[in-house]
């Protein structure tokens, strides 16, 4: 609890202990004998009133004096200084109703103030990302500085138990790092020297030297953390309803109530010859203002979208706004991407096929032209070259999307890439029998023989593909560039039911159009890409979902809702999530709006009074932010 919830605690106990108090007093002593005793009674309650109530009565006229009359404190000032008016007049001595509606209004805000602040507590610790330092090694000391500070290409040292401050790669050391915190998998990750590491992932056994690769603010943790925080500033559709209801909602409540404390004394003087009692009627428009209280909906859906957010980012899926979350629910299609989606994206070289040059020259000229690029192709044949390249050599490199690479190599012009490539350049190729990704070589204009590569399919994919149909996706479409009988074979191995292949990436858009055309209105399409030739495709989806933060920034830029561990399985988890979510924000609409209907109705015919009305106001509230906190939950989704 902080300072002000304790406050608030200490005015609830003061404010009931006098009450109950004077409700004894006036149980001993018949104020009604004494002169001017139900005055005295009246003051020595406005002792507990305002002890309780006098920060919801500044805030109600503040809302006056600003023109914003119609919220939830100008309903509970009116309501309980109504209740007291006609305790006067009718000189009950009944003032305790009015305190007890403030006493129990300050108690449902106390506790939803409470269970606010905890769960975005929790959410931050789960997020517990931010590194506070990293050690440099500087003339023989290590020192600790802000993370902020290092620069690019510097060494930096993390022990055991620390948090990797900045990206980079490995330059001497081995351990396994625990990656929880941000792909949601509890087995570590064994590294060695020369991988990449991310930030945020907690170095568990040897010391690593780690050579940074970026500033701390393009590192991965800044970019999740800018993103978890930016989160909540991107309304859903149902909260920007409840916003507008609220705006409605209230002064048409009051509106009503001014009109039944009216209406009925008058038709009943006017038309029924009968006495108007107004105190009467007066009072049940009272209890129906406390009743309509529209604070269950205001508070607990922003909270179920805020804990949705936070449950799914510990399970290692990243949304950037509750709008996603609620798209994500009501996703029938997915489009999928292959090379680095539902495949490793890592290729072995099966084979060389040459004619002029060495297999070994061959493979050295396509590493070489490949050397600048972050395509998955390109990377792993350069693993597959072994030797360091000397990207000296390289001049004038040209990536041509979806088809491959041109560069000049030692004076040679090199190309390198698919049959579309090869045709482009108005060269003759020879086919490959080997089913797999096939990479043509030409040097100076002259065809020089290509490699055959392949790629695994991800362990995953298969139960992913198989979880998405359980769950209730429509169709699942693969858009590919690679070679049609590659692409088919994936489609038959993962059981998906429509693929498109060879297509570059403006045709991915073209056919992801195609496909958003055809279907139903209210249904959803996702596309899953690692961002690599396709983020264009990410950005035009409805929901666009990226593989991969641990890798490609364009991914992160371009998607909706990243996958921090590759794992395609996560998919479907991140639907379910997104279900969950939406069934509880539903549930709490319908619960709360169904109770205070029935409320309001037994309000109006005075069956209701103001005890039940500031019990059912405050029970539904407190019922909603429990149902509202259960979305943080997530783990056997
Ligand atoms: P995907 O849609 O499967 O992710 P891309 O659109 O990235 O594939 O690439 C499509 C095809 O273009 C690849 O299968 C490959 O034949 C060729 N290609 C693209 N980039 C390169 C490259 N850097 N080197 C060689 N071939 C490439
Ligand atoms: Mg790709």
């Not at 070589?441 to 020089?448: C, F, L, R, S, T």
């Not at 209730?472 to 693929?499: C, P």
Request: proline letters at 3%; glycine letters at 8%; charged letters at 25%.
């Amino acid at each position: 609890m902080n300072k002000k919830q304790k406050k608030m605690l200490i005015r609830i106990i003061i404010a009931f202990i006098l009450s109950i108090m004077l409700k004894l007093i006036t149980k001993l002593v018949d104020f009604n004998t004494i002169t001017a005793g139900n005055y005295i009674i009246f003051v020595l309650y406005l002792i507990p009133y305002f002890v309780i109530g006098y920060d919801i009565l500044k805030k109600a006229l503040k809302g006056i004096k600003n023109r914003q009359v119609f919220d939830e404190n100008f309903l509970m000032a009116v309501a309980t200084i109504g209740a007291l008016s006609i305790a006067l007049i009718e000189k009950s001595t009944e003032y305790t109703e009015a305190v007890a509606v403030m006493l129990f209004y300050q108690i449902g805000e106390l506790f939803q103030s409470y269970a606010v602040g905890k769960s975005r507590k929790n959410i931050s610790e789960l997020m517990d990302i931010r590194p506070d330092y990293a050690n440099i090694e500087q003339n023989g000391n290590i020192e600790r500085v802000d993370p902020d500070k290092v620069e690019i290409g510097s060494i930096i040292l993390v022990k055991p138990g620390e948090k990797i401050p900045i990206d980079g790669v490995i330059d001497e050391g081995k351990s396994s790092l625990d990656t929880s915190a941000l792909t949601g998998e509890s087995v570590p990750r064994g590294v060695n020297t020369g991988d990449e590491v991310t930030s945020g992932c907690i170095n568990l056994e040897g010391i690593l030297k780690i050579r940074t690769s970026k500033e701390f603010c393009e590192s991965t943790v800044s970019k999740i953390l800018d993103l978890v925080e930016n989160a909540s500033s991107r309304k859903s559709k149902s909260e920007n309803f409840i916003s507008r209801f609220a705006k409605i909602y209230t002064p048409a409540v009051c509106y009503s109530a001014l009109a039944l404390a009216v209406i009925p004394p008058i038709v009943r003087i006017a038309f029924m010859n009968l006495p108007p009692l107004w105190g009467e009627w007066i009072y049940r428009a009272l209890t129906f203002l406390v009743i309509s209280c529209p604070c269950a909906l205001v508070i607990s859906i922003p909270l179920s979208f805020f804990a949705g957010i936070g449950g799914a980012g510990n399970a290692g899926v990243l949304i950037k706004g509750s709008n996603y979350l609620e798209e994500l629910a009501k996703t029938k299609y997915v489009v999928f991407d292959k090379t680095g989606t539902v495949t490793e994206g890592v290729f072995e070289v099966d084979g060389v096929h040459h004619n002029v040059l060495e297999k070994k020259e061959l493979l050295e000229y396509t590493a070489l032209a490949e050397s600048f690029s972050t395509h998955p192709i390109s990377r792993s044949i350069i693993m597959a070259y072994g030797k360091k390249v000397n990207q000296k050599r390289v001049k004038n490199v040209q990536e041509i999307s979806g088809c491959g690479i041109i560069a000049k190599v030692d004076k040679k012009e090199v190309a390198v890439g698919n049959a579309k490539l090869m045709k482009k350049l108005g060269l003759n190729y020879s086919e490959c029998h080997n089913v797999g990704t096939v990479v043509h070589v030409a040097i100076n204009g002259e065809y020089h023989g290509h490699i055959v590569i392949s790629d695994k399919i991800k362990p995953s994919s298969k139960e992913a593909i198989r979880k998405l149909k359980s769950i209730g996706i429509k169709q699942t479409i693969m858009l590919t560039g690679d070679k049609k009988e590659v692409a088919d074979a994936v489609a038959d191995e993962l059981e998906i039911s429509e693929v498109y292949s060879e297509l570059l990436p403006e045709d991915k858009v073209e056919k992801l159009e195609e496909i958003l055309k055809k279907k139903n209105k209210g249904d959803v399409l996702a596309f899953v890409g690692d961002g690599i030739n396709d983020a264009p495709v990410l950005t035009r989806a409805d929901v666009g979902i990226a593989m991969g933060a641990m890798g490609s920034d364009a991914a992160i830029e371009a998607a909706d809702i990243v996958l921090m561990d590759d794992n395609p399985l996560k998919l479907s988890k991140a639907i379910r999530i997104s279900k969950k979510c939406m069934r509880i924000v539903y549930e709490n609409i319908y619960f709360a709006i169904g109770i205070k209907s029935a409320c309001l109705i037994l309000g109006m015919f005075g069956i209701a009074n103001m005890w039940i009305a500031i019990f059912a106001d405050v029970g539904v509230m407190v019922i909603a932010v429990i149902n509202a906190i259960r979305t943080l939950f997530v783990k056997n989704l």
